[in-house]
């Protein structure tokens, strides 16, 4: 379902707002459709703590920075009832699950980047704006959208296998 989603609103990103021929992908959904993985949740496990509400960037990766274990996850998740697809971050554990630190009532379906938790906590905190209110694909206007011209490098995320 969530994929469906997301390719539907990245063709209709294309025809609306066609991007430059040298840019990778023309929206961050695009993005999450080649590198992202797809995760179903899990209960929130009992030595993580429920995170503030509305700042799942600053939830998962104040997390990342004490737990090696878990993967720092940015793209887009759905909740039961409601047919958009939310910008949103969580967390994964060495299963591939969806750890959401974030949302009492865990999403439906995740499809999200892995990153490498170091680049991540990195691109976020060399920006000069408030850090725990942005995102990897959110705030990107500040590189002037560097990550959908040239994509990700390989030391930014994890790789599918």
Same mark, same amino acid.
Request: hydrophobic fraction near 35%; include cysteine.
């Given at each position: 379902?969530?994929?469906?989603?997301l390719?539907?609103?990245? @063709?209709?990103?294309?025809?609306?707002?066609?991007?430059?021929?040298?840019?990778?992908?023309?929206?961050?959904?695009?993005?999450v $459709?080649?590198?992202?993985?797809?995760?179903?949740?899990?209960?929130?496990?009992? @030595?993580?703590?429920?995170?503030?509400?509305?700042?799942?960037?600053?939830?998962?990766?104040?997390?990342?920075?004490?737990?090696? @274990?878990?993967?720092?996850?940015?793209?887009?998740?759905?909740?039961?009832? $409601?047919?958009?697809?939310?910008?949103?971050?969580?967390?994964? @554990?060495?299963?591939?699950?969806?750890?959401?630190?974030?949302?009492?009532?865990?999403g439906?379906?995740?499809?999200?980047?892995p990153?490498?938790?170091?680049?991540?906590?990195?691109?976020?905190?060399?920006?000069?704006?408030?850090?725990?209110?942005?995102?990897?694909?959110?705030?990107?206007?500040?590189?002037?959208?560097?990550?959908?011209?040239e994509?990700?490098?390989?030391?930014?995320?994890?790789?599918?296998?």
């Open positions: 379902m969530l994929r469906n989603y390719e539907n609103k990245a @063709d209709l990103m294309r025809k609306i707002n066609p991007p430059s021929k040298d840019w990778k992908y023309g929206g961050f959904e695009e993005l $459709l080649d590198l992202g993985v797809s995760s179903e949740a899990i209960p929130l496990p009992n @030595d993580i703590e429920l995170g503030q509400p509305k700042n799942c960037y600053f939830n998962c990766r104040e997390i990342i920075k004490e737990r090696s @274990d878990l993967i720092y996850c940015e793209g887009f998740a759905l909740v039961q009832d $409601l047919p958009l697809a939310f910008s949103h971050a969580w967390l994964l @554990d060495s299963q591939g699950k969806a750890i959401d630190p974030t949302w009492e009532t865990p439906i379906e995740y499809m999200g980047v990153f490498n938790n170091q680049w991540a906590i990195d691109f976020i905190e060399q920006r000069k704006y408030p850090e725990e209110y942005l995102s990897v694909f959110e705030g990107n206007f500040l590189e002037k959208y560097s990550l959908l011209k994509g990700l490098s390989e030391s930014a995320h994890k790789i599918k296998e």
